[in-house]
Structures are given as structure tokens and as C-alpha cells.
């Protein structure tokens, strides 16, 4: 499974991006799909999943309300859409893929794949 993510950039606090993450052809293996990032100094953090088969989405508190998660299904594209932008969200992004275990989605951090990231910068 192939992710790759784009639309990071640099952008004022107060603004908005939008994140792509094209997954490739094996969407069987992708029913469940997010993204997490990685602070300077910080842990992984998930941020947000989307189950695709149940049109489910889940969101870490520090997101909610900022965030969504949605999917393109002709495209094959997962975006991450972000409004409200804090310095604090400075951050490399990834966009996850996985199966189901147990018949729900895990944390994104916890994806067995993932792509290579894309950075955002908040000022």
C-alpha cells in the first residue's frame, strides 16, 4: 500500500489547509484511513480516523471541532481538512491506512502503513 501526502505549506495562525493522501490500489486493505503527526520533540499524535466502510470518523480532542477527515471515493483521495490553525499545530503530517481489528479502526499511530509526510508550518 502506497500513501502519499501533499498540500502542506506555511501558513499564518488563523488559517486554513487541506491535506491530500493518494492511497494506491489496494483499498482492500485500507478500511480504515487517517492521519497523525509528529511535533518537533513530541510523540506521534493521532488525529483523526475515518472508518470508510462504516463513514465513521473519530478525532483527537486536540483537533475536534478543527479538522475533518473526509474521502473522495472516486478519486481515491483522503483529505484532511484544517481550519483555525495554531502555531502548535506545527507539525510533520502522515496520512495511515489499515485493516480492521475487532471490527473497529485503531489509533492512526498505530497504522501499519503510512506515507512519507508532508510539513506544516503555523506562524
Known amino acids: 500500500v502506497q500513501l502519499v501526502e501533499s498540500g502542506g505549506g506555511s501558513v499564518q495562525a488563523g488559517g486554513s489547509l487541506t491535506l491530500s493522501c493518494a492511497a494506491g490500489?489496494?483499498?482492500?486493505?485500507?478500511?480504515?484511513t487517517g492521519w497523525f503527526r509528529q511535533r518537533p520533540g513530541k510523540d506521534r499524535e493521532g488525529l483523526a480516523v475515518?472508518?470508510?466502510?462504516?463513514?465513521?470518523?473519530s478525532y483527537a480532542d486536540s483537533v475536534k471541532g478543527r479538522f475533518i477527515i473526509t474521502r473522495d471515493k472516486a478519486k481515491d483521495l483522503v483529505y484532511l481538512q484544517m481550519n483555525g490553525l495554531k502555531p502548535e499545530d506545527t507539525a510533520m503530517y502522515y496520512c495511515?491506512?489499515?485493516?480492521?481489528?475487532?471490527?473497529?479502526?485503531?489509533?492512526?499511530?498505530?497504522?501499519?502503513?503510512r506515507g512519507q509526510g508532508t510539513q506544516v508550518t503555523v506562524s
Open positions: 495511515a491506512a489499515d485493516q480492521l481489528y475487532g471490527g473497529s479502526c485503531r489509533d492512526a499511530v498505530d497504522f501499519a502503513y
Open positions: 490500489r489496494y483499498t482492500y486493505k485500507r478500511n480504515c
Open positions: 475515518l472508518w470508510i466502510g462504516g463513514a465513521t470518523t
